[in-house]
C-alpha cells in the first residue's frame, strides 16, 4: 500500500489531469443521477470508489476528497489527521512522527504538489491551499455523488469582509509586539500538582523579566494542570500568560468553550497548536482527538475575537479580547514548504508566531529571509525559540526523542568537549539570543528549558535582553491600544 500510495505521488500530474477530466465527465451524469435518486447510485458508487481509491491512494474515505489540493497524497493517512500539514514533528529523511516507517503524508503532498506545478505555472500556495476542517458527517460517504450532483467535495472557507472588523484594547504582549523592541517570552509547565503555589513558584522567577509566560497544554502528550486553569492563575497574580491550547485533547465545541473561558478569566493571549501525539507521552493508550489542526483553530479563533461568531456561524453576546498565535518548526524536513505552512497560518489569523527551539542560525536565517521575501514578518511578530539543557548527553537525547528538534553535530561536540558542560550550554545560548536580536524580522526570543526555570531567568538577564535591560523610554514607549 505504501508503495502503491508513493507511485501516486510520483505520478501526481498525470493523476491530477486525469481527476480533472473524470470530474467533468461524471459531472455530465448530473441529470440521470437526479432522476434515479442519489441515495441508490451511491450505494452502488460508494464501494467502487472505495476500493479504487484505497488501491491507488490508501484512501480512508473521509467524503471530502481533497487529493487534488493535497498533491495526490491523501491526508486521512495523516496520524493527526492533519488538512493543513505538515506538523512540526517531521523526522529527519520527512519521516511521519507518528509513525516513523511511513513518510509524511504533507512531504509527500508538497513533492506531489511540485509535480503537478511544472506542469502549469501556479504557485504551490494555489497548488495546496488552506483546507477546512473535516466534515465528520460525510465519513464513509461517496465525494463523487457530490461531483455528479454539481456539489462541491468540501465546504468553501468563508471570506469575511475587513469592515466588520470588532476592534479591541491590545494586551501588554500585543502591545510590546507592536512596539518593534525586543520582545522575550518564557515557558513554563504547569504542575503536577492541584497547588496553584507550586505554579507561582516557577512563574515567579521571571517577573518583571518577561513579556509573558507561555503555559504549556499538556506538552509530548503529558498529563498536568489545564493550560486554562494556569494560565487563569497567573492572570490573577498580575502575571501576563500566553495560554496554549493544542488540538490533540479537545474537539471544536470544547476547544471555543475554553477559548471564551480564558477570556472570560482576563488571559489576552493564546497559542494554538496541533499538539505533539500522545504515544510519546505518560497516556500513550489515550484516544487522540485532533478534531482540528492549528490551521483551522487559528481561523476558529480569530473569527471569534474579530467576528465575534463561533466556527458554525452562532453568534457570541460578547467575542473574546485575545492576541492570537502559531507556531512554527524552520528546523524540522520539508525546509522548503515550512514558508508556506506559515503563512496559511497567518492568513488564518495569527498575529505571533513562536518557533521551535533554534540551535541551527544558517537553517533560521534561510527561514527569516524566505519571510522577509514575502512580507511575513510584518503581518506577524516571529519571536525564535531558544533553549538550553545541562549536558550534551541531555541535548542528544532531546534531538532524539523530542519530535521536530534538530542540534547540530558542531554544537554537541563545542558542549560535550567543555570542562563545564552546563556553563558552555548556557554560554552557547546566550551567544544564540544577541546573534537573533541581530536578525531583521526576528521580533524576540521565546525561552524554553523543562523544569530549568533558574538557569532561564539567568541567560535572559546576562543576554540583556529582559525587560529589566530596557531603558525606561523603550519598554514604556507609546503604542497603538486598539488593534483592528
Ligand atoms: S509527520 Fe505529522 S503531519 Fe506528517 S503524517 Fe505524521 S503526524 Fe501527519
Redesign the pocket.
Known sequence: MLALRRWSVRHARGLNALYGIAERVIALLGPLVKRIGPARVEAVLHPLERATKQLVFDCLMCGQCVLSSTGMACPT??????RN???????DGG?????PE??????EAGDGGRRIAAGGALPLAEILPALPPIDHRRSERSSWIEVMCGKPTVAPIPNFSEDDVIAHPAGSLERACHSGRFVVTVEVAPPDSADPQALLARAAKFQGLVDAINITDGAGGNCHMSSVAASAILTTHGLTPVYQVACRDRNRIAVQGDILGAAALGVQNILCL?GD?VSQGDHPEAKPVFDLDAVSLLRIARGMCDRGVYASGRKLERAPSLFIGATANPFAPPYAERILNLEKKIDAGAQFIQTQFCFDLKLLEDFMREARRRELHRRARIIVGVGTLGSAKALKWMATHV?GVHVPEPLLARIAGAADQKAEAKRACIEMIQALAGIDGVAGVHVMGHKNEDVLAEIIAEAGVGRSALPLTEATSPLEETVA
Not at 493517512?77 to 492533519?82: E, G, Y
Not at 500539514?85 to 523526522?91: K, M
Request: some cysteine; overall charge positive; aromatic content about 8%.
Open positions: 493517512n495523516c496520524a493527526k489527521q492533519m500539514g505538515p506538523c512540526g514533528g517531521v523526522r519521516y511521519c512522527e507518528v509513525k511511513m513518510r509524511c503524508v504533507w512531504v496541533t501525539d519530535p
